[in-house]
């Protein structure tokens, strides 16, 4: 067993970092994956508090006799404060946007074709298979930072990002691997489109990463979710060279045990796994 791990694959405690074991692909030590270690609340609560509250505020002071402008500007205010509880710019953008969003949409009362106008961009966006697997969420730009020290690639290796969005992970490689030749494959059609605009050092392409050959890659990174980690380690030792490296963040492979973790306080943990190497929890590799 790796010393540098305590129990069940988990590095101890206060150890930044894990080096790479001598297992392999892993074995059977699944870990509930973890949300990032924010120091406010846990998601969704301060989406529903700011919600909450922003309805809350308009009520009451519309009711208190307040102009509704004011009233509104209040209620805006306070759910815009209670967001800032949220970790990542997403989230506290949903949190902030929920009250006066759903306030438009009850005072509106648009007829119902307006709200299947609206529903496809969003179809264009996240088309329903991209949705299966994760829906956007971007890799934060230094999630990976430290990633380097645990897998070592050769200059120029060849590195995919399975489901690139729009472009954050390929951005996070980027910066740790300049030279790698980055690749990036995505389901949306517009997502795929920006990705290549905003990363033109990474050959994106829109596709559907699990139709996607991953032959020839030197390492996959994917930020997905724990449902997609099974499907994507059998793919990866199908179709990758025995000593690639497949790579997730925050998502573990159930049942088996990494060979690398970067772990840092209130940072998503990346878990790293050499192809070709599985092994049962404490048997041999094959
Ligand atoms: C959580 S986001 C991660 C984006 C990017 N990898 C990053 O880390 O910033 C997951 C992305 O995977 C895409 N996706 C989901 N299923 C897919 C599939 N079958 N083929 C290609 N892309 C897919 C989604 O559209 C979404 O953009």
């Known amino acids: ?103 438009l949409a009850l005072g509106s ?64 490689l980027r910066r740790i691997w300049p030279q790698a030749q980055l690749a990036g494959v995505e389901w949306s059609a517009p997502l795929a489109a920006l990705a290549r605009w905003r990363c033109r050092s990474a050959a994106v392409r829109r596709g559907d990463m699990w139709l996607a050959s991953w032959g020839g890659q030197d390492l996959v990174y994917l930020f997905q979710r724990p449902e997609s980690m099974a499907r994507a380690a059998a793919k990866a030792e199908r179709e990758m060279a025995r000593g690639a490296w497949l790579v997730s963040l925050e998502f573990e492979v159930p049942g088996r045990r990494a060979d690398a973790c970067l772990r840092r306080e209130g940072r998503r943990p990346v878990w790293a796994y050499r192809v070709g190497f599985s092994s049962i929890e404490g048997g041999a590799s094959r």
């Open 1 to 103: 067993m790796n010393p540098a791990r305590s129990k069940r694959g988990a590095p101890p405690s206060g150890h930044p970092l894990v080096a790479p074991g001598g297992g392999g692909v892993g074995s059977a030590l699944p870990q509930a994956a973890r949300s990032p270690g924010a120091p406010g609340w846990p998601w969704p609560l301060p989406a529903l508090a700011a919600w909450a509250l922003g309805w809350g505020c308009w009520i009451g002071l519309a009711a208190a006799g307040l102009a509704p402008g004011l009233a509104l500007g209040a209620a805006v205010l306070a759910a815009s404060a209670l967001a800032l509880r949220a970790q990542g710019r997403w989230r506290r953008l949903l949190a902030a946007g929920g009250f006066p969003l759903s306030l």
């Open 109 to 172: 009362a648009p007829p119902p074709w307006v709200w299947l106008v609206l529903l496809v961009p969003l179809a264009l966006a996240y088309p329903l298979r991209a949705w299966r697997d994760a829906p956007f969420f971007p890799t934060p730009a230094a999630a990976l930072d430290g990633l380097e020290a645990l897998v070592t690639l050769a200059p120029g290796a060849r590195v995919l990002d399975a489901g690139c969005g729009l472009g954050h992970g390929l951005m996070a």
